[in-house]
């Protein structure tokens, strides 16, 4: 199917900032939506932020002003620029991606395919 690949994890101190980045590969027809979410300790997995094929983008309050969601459709991936962290950001952050791709049989079905994670820890 589809593979999600991320990177750009890694311990930051407060106000610095991180580029996420996830790369989607495998028998992709299209994508639709790709987005990110994170799961701190302890809690419910969250939306972040998620952007659309033709480039509308959706935040989480909590990431609205220090985060930016982009994309390169050329090259199927997803960015994450997260400046001004914070230690309430410290979480696994996870790629989504959603869309279509040619089945076995050279059909088309859909997708919806999660990245294994990366882990963003803000600390001072």
């Known amino acids: 199917q589809v593979q999600l690949v991320e990177s750009g994890g890694g311990l930051v101190q407060p106000g610095e900032s991180l580029r996420l980045s996830c790369a989607a590969s495998g028998s992709i027809f299209s994508i639709n939506a790709m987005g990110w979410y994170r799961q701190a300790p302890g809690k419910q997995r969250e939306l972040v932020a998620v952007i659309t094929k033709d480039g509308s983008t959706t935040y989480a309050d909590s990431v609205k002003g220090r985060f930016t969601i982009s994309r390169d459709n050329a090259k199927n991936t997803v960015y994450l620029q997260m400046n001004g962290l914070k230690p309430e950001d410290t979480a696994v952050y996870s790629c989504?991606?959603?869309?279509?791709?040619?089945?076995?049989?050279?059909?088309?079905?859909?997708?919806?395919?999660w990245g294994q994670g990366t882990q963003v820890n803000v600390s001072s």
């Open positions: 989504n991606a959603k869309g279509v791709y040619y089945t076995y049989y050279g059909h088309l079905g859909d997708f919806n395919s």
